[in-house]
Nanobody
Framework: QLQLVESGGDLVQPGGSLRLSCAAS????????IGWFRQAPGKEREGVSC????????NYADSVKGRFTISRDNAKNTVYLQMNSLKPEDTAVYYC??????????????????WGQGTQVTVSS
């Protein structure tokens, strides 16, 4: 059974850093495009960053460019989201998602077929 589990969410002060992890079980991530998404209360789920199956191509939302970095370690079957210079507006539940794909695609929720349960990130002083 394909399963994604996010971890690493926490309460952090503005300007701080967190690293989120998305661990896959039941399948190998090698042939999957992975995305990180977030949803704040009362808002729609939005794309944060996506990475293709071999890690050679990444996408970032304008709001996180220069602050967040997506990476993957296929040997560990895990994708990461390093978040630096966090702002209160980054507060949300963060989800990772996967879809079998060897090519490029949009970084939008509707493209992805498997989702994790989410991890809460709160940026507050």
């Amino acid at each position: 059974q394909l399963q994604l589990v996010e971890s690493g969410g926490d309460l952090v002060q503005p300007g701080g850093s967190l690293r989120l992890s998305c661990a896959a079980s039941g399948f190998t991530l090698d042939y999957y495009r992975i995305g990180w998404f977030r949803q704040a209360p009362g808002k729609e789920r939005e794309g944060v960053s996506c990475i293709n199956s071999n890690g050679g191509s990444t996408n970032y939302a304008d709001s996180v460019k220069g602050r967040f970095t997506i990476s993957r370690d296929n040997a560990k079957n895990t994708v990461y989201l390093q978040m630096n210079s966090l702002k209160p507006e980054d507060t949300a539940v963060y989800y990772c998602a996967a879809r079998f794909s060897l090519g490029q695609a949009k970084c939008v929720p509707s493209y992805f077929t498997s989702w994790g349960q989410g991890t809460q990130v709160t940026v507050s002083s």
